[in-house]
């Protein structure tokens, strides 16, 4: 069978091959489709101009992965950082963050074509990255953290709140984790749970005490509401299983009641997961299996300075404080 040249074949191919073979999860490869879905938009306005074709019309537009060089991969990046065209009535500018990730795919593409033998040489491999600005993640402070549980009501209806809340900053896990954990992923006898995480990869994660009683709290209200049967943990009181959203409303909501940060959603809890245990002095290769981290420079972020282990240390050390 001949292997095809045509770049919105090859990238069909390159999509099958990211949710079959790496596991990638359905989300990532519909960004990783944007993405690329963007760059042949660009290299369709770059061979067949302007035209106001339609997406059928545009499929069947013959584009030669042999024609893209280095030159053109630029000029498309180039015009990431004024103004990308989505249509020819719409404009959109993008972050040094977005244009990175849009270089990171098409790193990923043009490396996956090189490997299947089907360009003779990457473009793609000399690319570079924007500079990203380093922003600190945010986070509570263990005093927040103490005030946020206080905070939520000890009745069977806030046992769902403390629970999620409580296995949030419990474990670290991730929001989309969180919410497709099985019953059957959670074992009380040794308290841990079974995580599936980014690219299908499963990892082991302690809670604790805390954690531990309010999710057996929270179960008796799930028997009620189970009508469905279902095996997943978290169910809402309609008997369905728990969407993002609503998880994140819920969330906001309670952390509106400790903290002015800008940002409340869950993942400031897995902030605060893993600030709090890095500031009490936890292994950061521990910490980076616990979160899923595949690198551990992805984990590094957390090292950040608190200002109050900062102030402390001053006092402590400084002749005139």
Known sequence: MLKSNNLVVLIKEYLDYLYIARNYSQNTVISYKTDLKQFYNFMILTYHGEADYSEEEKSKLNIDINSIDIFILKSFISELFEKQKLDIKKTRKFSNRSVSRKISVLKSFFKYLYKKGIIKSNPASSLGFPKIAKKLPSYLSQNEINKLLDKIGSDELSFIDRA???????????????????????????????????????????????????IKNYLHIRDIVNINKLDTLF???????????????????????????????????????????????????????????????????????????????????????
């Open 164 to 214: 999620i809340i409580e296995l949030f900053y419990g474990t670290g896990i991730r929001l989309s984790e969180l919410i497709n954990l099985k019953f059957s992923d959670v074992n009380f006898s040794n308290k841990t749970v079974k995580v599936l995480g980014k690219g299908s990869k499963q990892r082991i994660v302690p809670f604790g005490s805390k954690a531990d009683t309010a």
């Open 235 to 321: 169910i809402s009181k309609k008997g369905k299983k728990f969407g993002p959203v609503e998880v994140r409303r819920m969330v906001n909501k309670n952390l509106s009641s400790v903290t002015d940060l800008r940002k409340k959603s869950p993942h400031v809890l897995r902030h605060s997961f893993a600030t709090h245990l890095l500031d009490n002095g936890a292994d950061i290769r521990a910490v980076k299996d616990l979160l899923g981290h595949e690198s551990l420079s992805t984990t590094q972020i957390y090292t950040h300075v608190n200002p109050e282990k900062l102030k402390k240390v001053y006092k402590q050390a400084h002749p005139k404080a």
